[in-house]
């Protein structure tokens, strides 16, 4: 301890220590527990952030402000804990350097050695957290520390950072810039002021706009620690041994993870949601393996608002009044039965509970976003039993249907990387000021960062092939993983393809032209087609079959709607844009158009699989 303890409401006492890592290296921690004494269950956060900073992830619907972590912390402390909150390394208060999500498996390892060796923790431990605190949560527990009893992880714990979070289908998730940008602002040298105000007079927007970048010419020049973890995480294109370290890959370390109970909460628009649905199986699957999920239609922790993006979902949307009082007693009734053994309050038991979307009037609601609904479901298992994966082929004539096509057929368009198509809406986080998450109708407009000075509908792009089923006769049910498998050629030897899939509305008074509602979406880096580990070039001609693997999702599409698949090459700034040269990944180089070409036929069977379920009322 080298602070004097501080006596805060509700008789929570707080203290400050230097915990010292194995190399010696202090991080800045924050103990939280009730004034008598005695060994109590400790929960920890361990978090990039500030640990006493604000945090607008820490709300409820009944009180929209934002709390500190010190007043999470000090609610769990008066329940009956002992909360310790520290700074990751080289962030905020910490010593060391900060390397973006590396050495987090042994400092939570010390961390762990350190709070149960103290006087006031009785052995048993949980971990909580959000985002990156998720990541640090699994990185932890790599080590199987002893004490490690229950963990809650929200909105990320990447179970393959390869496959998602920072790259995606080989392409990099370039919310991994916008992060660096606005946090090294936080994170640099306090003593250069020179620095300080080149990187706070950058301007992101421009700098995207002259991608690509090399080190010493980037936005992060100033901050030399970031920019070197950035290039070192956009250039490693291939499955190596850098995305197998246990900050990176919990899917190889789940057998640390059994016997440990672990909650997974996150959002339908969150970059983290198919880490979720990773995590979830891989770690129920283990011989004590005890894991639960809860996904919802929120964007990046958001899940006390009803709407994301420009769609909202209804009253039922949140966590609050949906499956716990709040996001605070979620928890607490969590930690309550595992650290605890007091009973699970009736309904948090079961093994998924999940938010389909859909089913809402379509309406315009009277903040201008659309109605589209959904409710709250419970099922044993993930994916849902009696789910159909079926396919909808791909048709020449921009039909989407569950009959194959009979001849074949080539679709081609011209994709050009100084003009990609942009980013509207997504599973997206930390990528203000340039791209935001959620739900919008597929169209670009003012103010679109990418957007050129005609707007309308993506449809209308020469480069977006889109196929379409007819109106619905009924109403259709997904839930699940989505795949969307391709046969393509280019004339170029590598380059990228991207599927999303789409509700589209009928026209109505509120929505004349109806509206093209985006559910998911992803991308594939051709010269990993075969191979994560060793890429492969396309050869002139060859025709190549693809998966693309977007998020998993929960939608009911009403009847008179119709289902969309949008092909393309190209989701920018979310995504890198492949330059068409086969490059190195990362590189700066000349760029060049490419034709890209989609095959149709009983022999090429272009598809996307829908996790289907009957339809309920």
């Known amino acids: ?119 006031w923790c009785n052995g048993r431990v949980g971990t909580y957290g959000l985002s990156y605190a998720a990541h640090t949560q699994t990185a932890l527990a790599s080590q199987r520390p002893p004490g490690l009893k229950a963990m809650f992880l929200e909105c990320g714990g990447f179970s393959n950072a390869f496959r998602g979070g920072i790259r995606h289908g080989g392409a990099f998730e370039l919310k991994q ?63 190596d041994d850098y995305w197998r370290q246990p900050e990176l890959y919990a899917a190889g370390h789940y057998d640390a993870f059994d016997g440990i109970p672990v909650m997974l909460l996150c959002g339908w628009w969150d970059p983290y949601a198919q880490t979720t649905t990773d995590n979830y199986l891989g770690i129920s699957s283990r011989p004590r393996g005890l894991a639960r999920m809860a996904l919802g239609p929120w964007t990046h922790g958001e899940r006390s608002v009803t709407h994301a993006g420009n769609v909202d979902f209804g009253a039922a949307a949140t966590l609050d009044g949906s499956l716990a009082e709040d996001y605070v007693q979620m928890r607490l009734a969590w930690f309550d039965h595992w650290l605890k053994g007091r009973p699970m309050p009736p309904g948090q038991d079961a093994a998924v509970r999940y938010f389909r979307m859909g089913g809402g009037s379509g309406r315009r609601t009277p903040e201008g976003r659309l109605d589209h609904g959904g409710g709250w479901h419970a099922a044993p298992d993930w994916p849902l039993p009696g789910t159909r994966f079926t396919p909808w082929f791909l048709h020449a004539d921009g039909t989407l249907s569950t009959q194959p096509a009979a001849n074949e057929a080539v679709l081609s368009y011209e994709f050009d990387p100084a003009h990609p198509v942009p980013t509207v809406g997504g599973s997206i986080t930390s990528g203000e000021p340039l791209m935001v998450a ?58 990228d393809f991207t599927a999303k899939l789409i509700d589209v509305y009928p026209p109505s008074a509120d929505h004349p032209q109806g509206y093209a509602m985006n559910l998911t979406d992803g991308i594939l880096r051709c010269r990993y087609r075969r191979s994560w580990e060793e890429p492969q070039w396309l050869a002139p001609g060859e025709v190549a079959e693809i998966t693309i693997e977007p998020m998993p999702t929960s939608n009911l599409f009403r009847k008179g709607h119709r289902i969309r698949l949008d092909i393309s090459s190209s989701n920018f700034p979310r995504f890198d844009v492949n330059p068409n040269t086969g490059a190195p990944e990362g590189s700066a180089g000349p760029r060049q158009k490419a034709r890209n070409s989609l095959h149709l036929s009983a022999q090429h069977p272009s598809q996307v699989l829908l996790p289907m379920v009957p339809a309920r009322d």
């Not at 090294?184 to 007079?201: P, R, T, V, Y």
């Not at 002259?210 to 291939?238: C, I, N, V």
């Not at 009924?474 to 380059?495: H, K």
Request: with cysteine.
């Open 1 to 119: 301890m080298n602070e004097e303890p501080i006596t805060l409401d509700g008789g929570v006492v707080k203290t400050t220590w230097r915990v010292a890592m194995r190399d010696g290296v202090h991080l800045a921690t924050d103990l939280y527990r009730p004034a008598a004494e005695a060994a109590l269950p400790v929960l920890l956060e361990r978090t990039p952030y500030g640990k006493d900073a604000e945090t607008r992830r820490e709300r409820s619907a009944a009180d929209p402000r934002p709390m500190r972590r010190s007043e999470v912390a000090a609610r769990f402390a008066r329940q009956g804990y002992a909360v310790v909150v520290q700074d990751c390394r080289g962030r905020f208060d910490s010593e060391g350097q900060f390397t973006k999500y590396l050495g987090e498996a042994r400092d939570g390892a010390d961390t762990m050695a350190w709070i149960t060796g103290q006087p």
């Open 177 to 239: 810039a916008t992060w660096a940008f606005r946090n090294a602002q936080n994170g640099i040298n306090q003593s250069d002021a020179a620095a300080q105000q080149a990187l706070a007079a950058a301007d992101i927007g421009a700098w995207f706009k002259r991608l690509p970048w090399t080190r010493g010419d980037s936005p992060l020049q100033w901050a030399p620690e970031y920019e070197e973890y950035l290039f070192e995480q956009w250039e490693r294109g291939s499955f």
């Open 438 to 495: 959620g739900a919008y109708d597929q169209r670009t407009h003012a103010g679109l960062f990418g957007a050129g000075p005609i707007f309308g509908p993506l449809a209308e792009r020469e480069d977006v092939l889109v196929f379409q089923s007819p109106v619905l006769q009924q109403d259709i049910e997904i839930t699940g993983p989505v795949s969307i498998r391709l046969w393509v050629s280019s004339s170029a030897p590598d380059t």
